[in-house]
T-cell receptor, first 118, second 116 residues
Framework: AQKVTQAQTEISVVEKEDVTLDCVYE???????LFWYKQPPSGELVFLIR??????QNEISGRYSWNFQKSTSSFNFTITASQVVDSAVYFC???????????????FGGGTRLMVKP | KAGVTQTPRYLIKTRGQQVTLSCSPI?????VSWYQQTPGQGLQFLFE???????NKGNFPGRFSGRQFSNSRSEMNVSTLELGDSALYLC???????????????FGEGSRLTVL
């Protein structure tokens, strides 16, 4: 069975601080996909990143960066110089592979509510 | 390009009733997935449809069902509603399913169901 754990239920930071959201996963599959989604107050989940299990390179996109470590089954997300607009709930998710691609059946973590104060 | 549209956005039902929720995917997307979000259980996968066929189903009772039409629009139905069915029901679409998917799901804003 697959499982995703986001131990931090809520984080509060002051604007411009850096913040790291932790994600630990469990799976028996050798091929799998990891995701991060953002859920603003409006409710829809917004895709941030997808990573497959064979690609352990860290990725940076503007103020966002992701650290994937297969050895510790972790896929952490860092926001540099946080802004008020980053306030949202962030979900880490896992899907098994279907063939050479990600399946659409995601297992989500419990989410981390990030509050960035001005 | 219009996003994923879910209707109704809010609804209130009483125990024992049934409800139908609708989802219109992004134009050109043929895969539609449904998720239930509750404070206690978090986000849980309900089912996925592709080309009018159910591809995957989550661990939910048979009271939860769905279907997809030839234009890719999807509906989900919950019969004999229980208090625990109160949740935000999210629909997501993607261009293709499974083997050919980009892995990016586009979510709607959800239908918030309250069961009294």
């Amino acid at each position: 069975a697959q499982k995703v754990t986001q131990a931090q239920t809520e984080i509060s930071v002051v604007e411009k601080e850096d913040v790291t959201l932790d994600c630990v996963y469990e799976t028996r599959d050798t091929t799998y996909y990891l995701f991060w989604y953002k859920q603003p107050p409006s409710g829809e989940l917004v895709f941030l990143i997808r990573r497959n299990s064979f690609d352990e390179q860290n990725e940076i996109s503007g103020r966002y960066s992701w650290n994937f470590q297969k050895s510790t089954s972790s896929f952490n997300f860092t926001i540099t110089a946080s802004q008020v607009v980053d306030s949202a709930v962030y979900f880490c998710a896992l899907s098994e592979a279907e063939g050479n691609n990600a399946g659409n059946m995601l297992t989500f973590g419990g989410g981390t509510r990030l509050m960035v104060k001005p | 390009k219009a996003g994923v549209t879910q209707t109704p956005r809010y609804l209130i039902k009483t125990r024992g009733q049934q409800v139908t929720l609708s989802c219109s995917p992004i134009s050109g997307h043929r895969s539609v997935s449904w998720y239930q979000q509750t404070p206690g259980q978090g986000l849980q996968f309900l089912f996925e449809y592709f080309s009018e066929t159910q591809r995957n189903k989550g661990n939910f009772p048979g009271r939860f069902s769905g279907r997809q039409f030839s234009n890719s629009r999807s509906e989900m139905n919950v019969s004999t509603l229980e208090l625990g069915d109160s949740a935000l029901y999210l629909c997501a679409s993607s261009e293709l399913a499974g083997s050919f998917s980009t892995g990016e799901l586009f979510f709607g804003e959800g239908s918030r169901l309250t069961v009294l």
